[in-house]
Nanobody, 115 residues
């Protein structure tokens, strides 16, 4: 089992920044990709960004150029730096990790962007 705990969510004004963190614990050896998904009110969950153990990244078009995902393998932690936030970024953000083909999810952290 992999246990994921997110932190860093909160209320921010449009144009502001937030940094999310997600710490992994438990059976953390051989975790491959880690990432972030989000679910906005009334919307389906969507991929935000992923990063492999080797550092390759992938972003949703809606966040390219504004969000940066990074990973500290020594700390088993993944980060999401979010800049130029707008109201459409309001959502619950979930940390994810994959290990041997199994996907694990955190409980989520709420990000609210006020316009």
């Amino acid at each position: 089992q992999v246990h994921l705990v997110e932190s860093g969510g909160g209320l921010v004004q449009a144009g502001g920044s937030l940094r999310l963190s997600c710490a992994a614990s438990g059976s953390i050896s051989s975790i491959d990709a880690m990432g972030w998904h989000r679910r906005a009110p009334g919307e389906q969950r969507e991929l935000v960004a992923t990063v492999t153990r080797g550092g390759s990244t992938n972003y949703a078009d809606s966040v390219k150029g504004r969000f940066t995902i990074s990973r500290d393998n020594a700390k088993n932690t993944v980060y999401l730096q979010m800049n130029s936030l707008n109201a459409e970024d309001t959502a619950v953000y979930y940390c994810t990790a994959s290990r041997y083909g199994i996907n694990y999810w955190g409980k989520g952290t709420l990000v609210t962007v006020s316009s």
